[in-house]
């Protein structure tokens, strides 16, 4: 490192200088209750119909 390279720094480290709490990573988590989402094909074999319908066998 040069010495106009170590001057910036130096120069950013005195003007940008913040004091935050440390966050630990466990407090990173969030954590939201919410209830399962409801069956797209409303309990359906949409697998089998659509072989059937498209097979020629569905009535």
Do not use: I, K, S, Y
Request: glycine letters at 6%.
């Amino acid at each position: 490192m040069d010495a106009r390279e170590q001057t910036d720094r130096h120069d950013l480290e005195r003007r940008v200088h913040v004091d935050l709490p440390r966050v630990a990573p466990d407090d990173l988590v969030t954590t939201q209750a919410v209830e399962p989402a409801r069956d797209p094909q409303g309990g359906r074999d949409t697998e089998t119909e659509f072989m059937l319908r498209n097979g020629g066998f569905w009535p």
